[in-house]
T-cell receptor, first 114, second 110 residues
Framework: EPEVTQTPSHQVTQMGQEVILRCVPI?????FYWYRQILGQKVEFLVS????????KSEIFDDQFSVERPDGSNFTLKIRSTKLEDSAMYFC????????????FGQGTRLTVV | QQPVQSPQAVILREGEDAVINCSSS?????VHWYRQKHGEAPIFLMI?????EQKGHDKISASFNEKKQQSSLYLTASQLSYSGTYFC???????????FGQGTELSVKP
């Protein structure tokens, strides 16, 4: 069964460092998303991406965040200068269409900023 | 814009029923239900589209009341495997983003 894969599963970084979280969405999906979940809290929307550009973003997704689809398969989230409060589980998701179709989630990358 | 879920937490004995509600202050295009086990990714349960409908599989079903902008998830004859955090996600327009509620933690005890 096709699935969304994310790497790494866990990343520890020092405050102020840049991190890149990687995702391989399901191959025939056209819409891609990043969500964040701080431990014990709800899943928060960060950004959606379609047709090689950001279609929507939340207030969390400020200038330190960026997304890219560098090739036909990868979808990346870059955090330029990490802060302690960026520590969270980051989920990538993809869907066939954007209009409320099922979003498939990857297993997440646990980011720990020390 | 975030949907509001109630209750925040439920504790059940195996075999009991539960209802989880999801309300929006804004007109909805669709409602999505997910279950998340601790440390794992959210797993899709079902989508309900505007027009008002009810869906279900096995002992988990959901309804969508378009007039009230509410959806309810029904778990009947709960099993231990139903334990987890249930999130409703709402989409407000065609092509819009999926916004999750704060979650309802369900614990099923033997």
């Amino acid at each position: 069964e096709p699935e969304v894969t994310q790497t790494p599963s866990h990343q520890v970084t020092q405050m102020g460092q840049e991190v890149i979280l990687r995702c391989v969405p399901i191959s025939n999906h056209l819409y891609f998303y990043w969500y964040r979940q701080i431990l014990g809290q709800k899943v928060e929307f960060l950004v959606s991406f379609y047709n090689n550009e950001i279609s929507e973003k939340s207030e969390i997704f400020d200038d330190q965040f960026s997304v890219e689809r560098p090739d036909g398969s990868n979808f990346t989230l870059k955090i330029r200068s990490t802060k302690l409060e960026d520590s969270a589980m980051y989920f990538c998701a993809s869907s066939v269409e954007g209009r409320g179709t099922e979003a498939f989630f990857g297993q997440g990358t646990r980011l720990t900023v020390v | 814009q975030q949907p509001v879920q109630s209750p925040q937490a439920v504790i059940l004995r195996e075999g009991e029923d539960a209802v989880i509600n999801c309300s929006s202050s804004k007109a909805l295009y669709s409602v999505h239900w997910y279950r998340q086990k601790h440390g794992e990714a959210p797993i899709f349960l079902m989508i309900l589209l505007k027009g008002g409908e009810q869906k279900g599989h096995d002992k988990i079903s959901a309804s969508f009341n378009e007039k009230k902008q509410q959806s309810s998830l029904y778990l009947t004859a709960s099993q231990l495997s139903y334990s987890g955090t249930y999130f409703c996600g709402t989409v407000y327009n065609q092509g819009g983003k999926l916004i999750f509620g704060q979650g309802t933690e369900l614990s099923v005890k033997p």
